[in-house]
């Protein structure tokens, strides 16, 4: 028994030390994110990639985005930022249908804080193509373009494909961030908003120095 006792503390101590020295082997809840495994490909491999996942719908990334923004702002030129609606549900797909659209129209910046906070200060509901087509027109889309792009293939597919990805990087919940398709943080890892900004700043310096 004492061998035993002796054998498992010994063990222990060495993942202490390990965690000391290399934080890949810290608890998650210490350095404030998880690994993603197996590790994801990247859309460019001479940037640090972050992708956000997040949902309209969340209060929690409504809190968030003003600190993003901000965040987004003052990005250095290596890193390449992309937003990446999740899809748990057929509400959240009509959700992601929207930005899609905005994206593939070019209007993503015009939209996409106006239409957080139809949805979670207004409580608008913004699902069906006529509800829609009436936001997007009220930030200078014609019908005709909204109406082509919500029914085209490529908005189609790239809802499809949403409801893939969150699988793939291990995501459960939103809002979430994936750093090189390597680590992921939100805020129960992180603690707050403030600390998810913090981890990543602290990963994307560690990826820049190890692409360099």
């Known amino acids: 028994m004492l061998k035993k006792l002796t054998r498992h503390s010994l063990f222990a101590l060495s993942l202490a030390i390990a965690a000391t020295f290399n934080p890949v082997y810290a608890a998650p809840e210490a350095v404030g994110y998880e690994l993603v495994t197996p590790v994801q490909p990247t859309h460019d491999v001479n940037k640090v990639e972050v992708i956000e996942f997040f949902w309209y719908g969340c209060p929690h990334c409504y809190d968030f985005e003003p600190t993003l923004a901000k965040w987004v702002k003052s990005l250095p030129k290596n890193v390449e930022f992309i937003r990446q609606p999740a899809v748990f549900s057929a509400e959240w797909g009509k959700h992601a249908k929207a930005y899609y659209v905005a994206e593939a129209l070019g209007v993503v910046d015009k939209i996409h804080t106006d239409f957080f906070d139809a949805i979670q200060v207004k409580k608008e509901h913004l699902e069906t193509e006529e509800q829609l087509a009436k936001f997007f027109a009220a930030h200078g889309v014609s019908e005709a373009d909204f109406k082509t792009t919500f029914n085209s293939f490529l908005v189609d ?18 809002p979430a961030i994936i750093i090189n398709g390597k680590y992921k943080t939100n805020g129960p890892l992180a603690g707050s908003h403030d600390k998810m900004i913090e981890v990543m700043n602290r990963l994307i310096a560690q990826e820049s120095t190890a692409k360099k």
Do not use: D
């Not at 597919?157 to 939103?174: E, F």
């Open 157 to 174: 597919t790239k809802v499809r494909q949403a409801g893939a990805l969150a699988a793939r990087y291990g995501i459960t919940g939103v």
